[in-house]
């Protein structure tokens, strides 16, 4: 459940805008009025958990289909979008975020056949666009625009890849934001789709021969009637291009367990097409075929489980991987795949800091790594002598450092809270960098200061968190503040830029990101120490970064807004349940909420269960039951103002996750302080989304906090 950057949402204040404070909407800014809320159905469903009746009234709620469903979605977005649009900020909420919005952005290159391929959006446009040159230096030519896929642009390129003679780009679409996607084969000479098109997958890529005559990918069954089944694994296909998907050969599929899943890869020089097995996210398997062997013979490498196994590349028939065998902060490894005997060599050995991901390009291994939250990059040769440290623009977050093992260059990404994403073409020979591209945004950001601090958590844990905020502010305890966290799936909260952070910081608000245990800031470890029985660590991390803030003077319980999404929305949600009293507001995105039956919506949402255990087995059950949003509301108790936001099409957390929390809480709430639930019916769980609907989003969420916090007048 690996996760887009979320979008932080923001509020604005009078010196935004060039008059003063709007005069409070009557209605909406007076003391708070019990709102009337749909008359919810509640059925009688209970299901038995270790001798224990656990009621399930909205079990009707996962027949996402029905028309009750449908009219419930309505009732709540007829009461959730006319309270939101009568906050007086909520347009100026609107318009600062399109003007800040509009800055020209790039995304790193893509090298193959002699051509450099890369996005890039204007700053206006919904959907970024794909261009093509020969030159780096000279004007690229567009090749995709995925602006006219749709009349409401939410239909989205998600992926793309380029077959090595790079005459032919392979890409993916997305409807809705939904996780089904559909492959399309572009000419690169004349900017035309091929008839290819290959449907039925969710999470694969395309994995190109090396004459670019076909590729492999992988997909779900089909059922009876034409549609694909995700409750079940996938296959590895190869398709050749030119030929309909129904004639596409099967070449692999996994038989003798019925949870894992395999993806292939096939090495730069043709001769072994790897697969990686997946079946959560705390150990993999690694299995290969040598495309020389007539037998297709597929063998299991690394088949024990022990680990996590990324497989890297390879020079001939030995392979790199990085791995967290015996290596909670991982390293790098290799295994010549043509001795049976041969065991595991270490390339770069586990460092103090966590290693985040590594990659084989240029001759080399290139390493990057967290500490405390913060990237660092080495280079080592592969005889694992470390060559040199890459110099940062700064202390911020990486990305990038692809490419194939015999390229002389790569591309990477450098950002922070405060310095917008910039790219940068790094010679791996001899270790020089030149700027690419770097976003302009139309705003003072040298007004604003980083600090990092370290808190401790109930069990004294020492936990780092990011504070943001305007130079000079004043400590006592009257700030608006915003907390964020995710907490989950080795997830690292590292520094990144954003326009919604940035005008919540030009109000001189004050932005919190706490890097709590579950994510992978601290390797492996910290990973496992928010996970399945251990998960009500990284609420107590969350709840003592909110304490740390208020007995800081930052902020009080009055001013202080938590905001997560899907990962991060059970964080807030759980969060919220147990201590009420904290926060002035809540902001819970698309969360998996139903803790007992999340894992019954999909192949895919069974798979979390590797960070939060099943309810079938008792231990896991009660440390779920213990804290599973859904079934922790107390009736009569005041909970602070919250905004539960999900989408119809969102495939991956299914929104009946929202929609029975939000109907439990709405049943339950003792007190005025609104429940709302706004659900989005073109959008799926946030990649894709449109520029528009974005901003629109923002706005939503982010004037619901303002008015909550009382910086409208309230």
């Given at each position: 459940?690996?996760?887009?950057?979320?979008?932080?949402?923001?509020?604005?204040?009078?010196?935004?805008?060039?008059?003063?404070?709007?005069?409070?909407?009557?209605?909406?800014?007076?003391?708070?009025?019990?709102?009337?809320?749909?008359?919810?159905?509640?059925?009688d469903?209970?299901?038995?958990?270790?001798?224990?009746?656990?009621?399930?009234?909205?079990?009707?709620?996962?027949?996402?289909d029905?028309?009750?469903?449908?009219?419930?979605?309505?009732?709540q977005?007829?009461?959730?979008?006319?309270?939101?649009?009568?906050?007086?900020?909520?347009?100026?909420?609107?318009?600062?975020?399109?003007?800040?919005w509009?800055?020209e952005?790039?995304?790193?290159?893509?090298?193959?056949?002699?051509?450099?391929?890369?996005?890039?959006?204007?700053?206006?446009?919904?959907?970024?666009?794909?261009?093509?040159?020969?030159?780096?230096?000279?004007?690229?030519?567009?090749?995709?625009?995925?602006?006219?896929?749709?009349?409401?642009?939410?239909?989205?390129?998600?992926?793309?890849?380029?077959?090595?003679?790079?005459?032919?780009?392979?890409?993916?679409?997305?409807?809705?934001?939904?996780?089904?996607?559909?492959?399309?084969?572009?000419?690169?000479a004349?900017?035309?789709?091929?008839p290819?098109?290959?449907?039925?997958?969710?999470?694969?890529?395309?994995?190109?021969?090396?004459?670019?005559?076909?590729?492999y990918?992988?997909?779900?069954?089909?059922?009876?009637?034409?549609?694909?089944?995700d409750?079940?694994?996938?296959?590895?296909?190869?398709?050749?291009?030119?030929?309909?998907?129904?004639?596409?050969?099967?070449?692999?599929?996994?038989?003798?367990?019925?949870?894992?899943?395999?993806?292939?890869?096939?090495?730069?020089?043709?001769?072994?097409?790897?697969?990686?097995?997946?079946?959560?996210?705390?150990?993999?398997?690694?299995?290969?075929?040598?495309?020389q062997?007539?037998?297709?013979?597929?063998?299991?490498?690394?088949?024990?489980w022990?680990?996590?196994?990324?497989?890297?590349?390879?020079?001939?028939?030995?392979?790199?991987?990085?791995?967290?065998?015996?290596?909670p902060?991982?390293?790098?490894?290799?295994?010549?795949?043509?001795?049976?005997?041969?065991?595991?060599?270490?390339?770069v050995?586990?460092q103090?800091?966590?290693?985040?991901?590594?990659?084989?390009?240029?001759?080399r291994?290139?390493?990057?790594?967290?500490?405390?939250?913060?990237?660092?990059?080495?280079?080592?040769?592969?005889?694992g002598?470390?060559?040199?440290?890459?110099?940062?623009?700064?202390?911020?977050?990486?990305?990038?450092?692809?490419?194939?093992p015999?390229?002389?260059?790569?591309?990477?990404?450098?950002?922070?809270?405060?310095?917008?994403?910039?790219?940068?073409?790094?010679?791996?020979?001899?270790?020089?960098?030149?700027?690419?591209?770097?976003?302009?945004?139309?705003?003072?950001?040298?007004?604003?200061?980083?600090?990092?601090?370290?808190?401790?958590?109930?069990?004294?844990?020492?936990?780092?968190?990011?504070i943001?905020?305007?130079?000079?502010?004043?400590?006592?305890?009257?700030?608006?503040?915003?907390l964020?966290?995710?907490?989950g799936?080795?997830?690292?909260?590292?520094?990144?830029?954003?326009?919604?952070?940035?005008?919540?910081?030009?109000?001189?608000?004050?932005?919190?990101?706490?890097?709590?245990?579950?994510?992978?800031?601290?390797?492996?470890?910290?990973?496992?120490?928010?996970?399945?029985l251990?998960?009500?660590?990284?609420?107590?991390?969350?709840?003592?970064?909110?304490?740390?803030?208020?007995?800081?003077?930052?902020?009080?319980?009055r001013?202080?807004?938590?905001?997560?999404?899907?990962?991060?929305?059970?964080?807030?949600?759980?969060?919220?349940?147990?201590?009420?009293?904290?926060?002035?507001?809540?902001?819970?995105?698309?969360?998996?909420?139903?803790?007992?039956?999340?894992?019954?919506?999909?192949?895919?949402?069974?798979?979390?269960?590797s960070?939060?255990g099943?309810?079938?087995?008792?231990?896991?059950?009660?440390?779920?039951?213990?804290?599973?949003?859904?079934h922790?509301?107390?009736?009569?108790?005041?909970?602070?103002?919250?905004?539960?936001?999900?989408?119809?099409?969102?495939?991956?957390?299914?929104?009946?996750?929202?929609?029975?929390?939000?109907?439990?809480?709405?049943?339950?709430?003792?007190?005025?302080?609104?429940?709302?639930?706004?659900?989005?019916?073109?959008?799926?769980?946030?990649?894709?989304?449109?520029?528009?609907?974005?901003?629109?989003d923002?706005?939503?969420?982010?004037a619901?906090?303002?008015?909550?916090?009382?910086?409208?007048?309230?």
């Open positions: 459940m690996r996760h887009s950057n979320p979008l932080i949402l923001l509020a604005i204040c009078c010196a935004l805008v060039a008059c003063g404070t709007p005069d409070p909407d009557p209605v909406v800014s007076a003391a708070p009025e019990a709102l009337n809320y749909p008359d919810v159905r509640r059925g469903h209970f299901d038995d958990h270790f001798g224990e009746r656990i009621a399930d009234p909205y079990r009707w709620m996962e027949d996402l029905s028309t009750e469903v449908a009219a419930f979605v309505q009732a977005n007829d009461l959730a979008i006319p309270y939101l649009a009568a906050i007086p900020l909520r347009q100026q909420i609107a318009d600062r975020i399109g003007a800040l509009s800055y952005r790039y995304r790193l290159p893509v090298s193959q056949g002699g051509r450099y391929f890369y996005r890039h959006n204007d700053g206006t446009q919904d959907q970024d666009m794909l261009f093509v040159t020969d030159d780096l230096a000279a004007e690229p030519r567009e090749l995709i625009d995925p602006n006219g896929f749709s009349d409401d642009a939410t239909i989205a390129l998600a992926t793309y890849t380029v077959s090595p003679d790079g005459n032919t780009v392979a890409y993916s679409t997305s409807d809705g934001g939904s996780d089904w996607k559909t492959w399309h084969l572009r000419d690169v004349s900017a035309q789709d091929l290819d098109l290959i449907e039925g997958t969710k999470f694969t890529g395309v994995s190109w021969d090396r004459d670019s005559s076909g590729f990918y992988s997909r779900y069954p089909m059922r009876a009637d034409g549609s694909y089944d409750s079940l694994q996938v296959s590895v296909y190869h398709h050749r291009v030119g030929t309909a998907q129904s004639a596409d050969e099967l070449i692999y599929s996994i038989t003798d367990h019925a949870t894992r899943t395999p993806y292939a890869t096939l090495t730069e020089d043709g001769r072994y097409l790897v697969m990686g097995i997946f079946d959560g996210y705390q150990s993999n398997g690694i299995y290969y075929r040598d495309m062997d007539p037998s297709g013979t597929v063998v299991r490498l690394l088949d024990d022990d680990a996590i196994y990324n497989f890297l590349g390879n020079e001939g028939s030995r392979f790199y991987f990085q791995t967290t065998k015996d290596a902060n991982s390293r790098v490894i290799s295994l010549d795949v043509a001795d049976p005997t041969a065991v595991p060599v270490e390339v050995p586990e103090a800091e966590a290693l985040e991901s590594s990659s084989l390009v240029g001759g291994i290139v390493a990057s790594y967290l500490r405390d939250a913060y990237s660092l990059v080495s280079v080592y040769a592969l005889d002598t470390h060559e040199r440290d890459v110099e940062l623009p700064g202390i911020g977050s990486v990305s990038g450092f692809g490419g194939h015999d390229d002389p260059e790569t591309f990477f990404g450098f950002e922070s809270f405060t310095v917008p994403s910039a790219i940068y073409r790094y010679d791996v020979a001899t270790g020089e960098r030149s700027l690419f591209k770097a976003a302009q945004v139309d705003v003072d950001l040298s007004a604003y200061e980083v600090e990092q601090q370290f808190y401790s958590s109930a069990d004294g844990t020492r936990v780092p968190m990011f943001i905020h305007r130079r000079g502010i004043e400590l006592d305890g009257d700030n608006p503040t915003l964020y966290g995710y907490g799936f080795n997830v690292s909260l590292t520094p990144y830029f954003s326009v919604s952070r940035t005008v919540w910081l030009e109000m001189g608000g004050v932005m919190a990101i706490a890097n709590i245990r579950g994510g992978g800031e601290y390797g492996e470890a910290w990973h496992l120490a928010g996970t399945k251990d998960k009500q660590n990284v609420f107590d991390d969350f709840i003592a970064a909110a304490e740390h803030l208020i007995d800081s003077g930052y902020t009080s319980p001013r202080l807004a938590i905001q997560g999404g899907s990962n991060g929305g059970l964080l807030v949600a759980a969060v919220e349940m147990q201590r009420p009293d904290l926060f002035a507001a809540a902001l819970p995105a698309v969360g998996v909420l139903d803790m007992l039956r999340y894992h019954t919506a999909s192949a895919n949402a069974r798979q979390w269960s960070d939060y099943l309810s079938e087995v008792e231990d896991q059950y009660r440390a779920l039951r213990a804290y599973s949003p859904v922790n509301v107390v009736t009569g108790t005041c909970y602070p103002p919250t905004l539960i936001t999900t989408a119809d099409h969102d495939d991956r957390v299914v929104p009946w996750n929202s929609f029975k929390w939000a109907a439990e809480m709405q049943h339950g709430q003792g007190c005025a302080n609104p429940i709302l639930l706004r659900v989005e019916t073109r959008a799926g769980h946030g990649a894709g989304k449109p520029r528009w609907m974005v901003i629109e923002i706005a939503d969420q982010w619901f906090i303002a008015h909550h916090l009382g910086m409208d007048g309230a």
